[in-house]
């Protein structure tokens, strides 16, 4: 385990090498140049030059919680809350577009598309409901607008967890 300080960075790291991967099963090379923050890393994709930002979409702020005190090891771990849930797919897509959103206005974010153009956005699902083949599909009609006519970000993938050092990927952009 890690101390909850340093599980940022392992977390982006893990993040990286799976998406350097998955770049390579596409055919092609990704090399991370460095990692300023921010962005999470400068890359070059056969030889384009690039940049990526890395978030994470949540089911819950308590889920959220659950997840990383149980990874650190100086944290008391806190269990997600149970309970029902009316509608699991309008709450899931709800925080997905809210964390892409918050990216897409940051100010920061905005600033590094204006100097380096546009980057590469990895926005992670953790909890029980999210299932990256079918949440773009309850993506309200004004995001999936925004999300077109936005310039910040060139590309924008989902990922979740299928095992331990292995993430799914889906380009949603």
Request: hydrophobic fraction near 35%.
């Amino acid at each position: 385990m890690v101390l909850r300080k340093d599980l940022k960075d392992a977390h982006e790291n893990s993040v990286l090498s799976t998406f350097k991967d998955y770049i390579k099963e596409k055919g092609s090379i990704l090399k991370v140049e460095n990692r300023p923050d921010p962005p999470d890393a400068f890359v070059e994709i056969d030889n384009n030059k690039t940049w990526i930002e890395i978030t994470d979409a949540f089911f819950s702020d308590s889920v959220a919680e659950s997840i990383t005190s149980y990874a650190a090891h100086d944290k008391t771990h806190q269990p997600s809350e149970s309970g029902l849930f009316i509608d699991p797919d309008a709450i899931t897509s709800e925080r997905v577009e809210s964390v892409i959103r918050k990216k897409l206005t940051k100010s920061t974010m905005i600033e590094l598309a204006n100097l380096h153009g546009s980057g590469i956005l990895l926005v992670g699902l953790f909890g029980p409901f999210f299932d990256i083949n079918v949440i773009e599909n309850h993506f309200s009609i004004a995001f999936e607008i925004q999300m077109q006519e936005q310039k910040v970000f060139g590309s924008i993938y989902l990922y979740e967890t299928c095992s331990e050092k292995v993430h799914k990927y889906k380009k949603i952009k």
